[in-house]
């Protein structure tokens, strides 16, 4: 029986098929997941922010935490399993516009910023977003599974969706 590896926030992890991997609470964050066709290995980042180099900061950066880091560091674990960065793929889900009363704040579009910069990111490393599942006013949570390279939303009042 497959287990389903958890991913916290602002965290990444790898599985390796037939297991899946989770993320909970996307709702301004963006989940990234990675897979090459044909190999058994998954990995899923929660970013939370676009840029560290955004926030000034005394102590170690969280890697996972920003669009930045953690793309680079979602890559370079998949690599060290094997996989072929020219053939990685990727989908992604989230980046809500969670609170109604800040749409015309750039600084407070959180969700639309972590997009941009996951999107801008995956494009540096030449790395296809076969499909997203972005933006709009709600929060997912997300199971992704490599060998099939389903990755499941799941949204409170709303069906399953697979992309």
């Known amino acids: 029986m497959a287990d389903i590896v958890k991913v916290g926030m602002a965290d990444l992890n790898l599985c390796q098929a037939p297991d899946g991997i989770t993320t909970l609470g996307l709702g301004s964050c963006v989940g990234v997941a990675l897979r090459e066709p044909g190999k058994p290995w998954g990995g899923l980042a929660h970013v939370m922010l676009p840029d560290s180099t955004a926030i000034s900061s005394n102590g170690p950066v969280n ?37 109604a009363h800040a749409t015309n704040d750039k600084m407070m579009r959180v969700g639309d910023r972590n997009v941009e910069a996951v999107k801008k990111k995956l494009a540096e490393h030449r790395i296809p977003i ?16 490599p060998e099939s ?12 969706k697979t992309i």
């Open 130 to 145: 076969l499909a997203e599942d972005t933006g709009l006013n709600y929060g997912r949570t997300v199971i992704f599974y």
């Open 63 to 99: 890697i996972p935490k920003f669009a930045d880091t953690g793309v680079d560091e979602l890559v370079k674990r998949m690599v060290a399993k094997g996989c072929n960065k020219a053939k990685l793929v990727a989908k992604i889900a989230g980046g809500a516009q969670m609170f």
């Open 149 to 160: 390279g389903d990755f499941v939303i799941r949204s409170v009042g709303k069906p399953d």
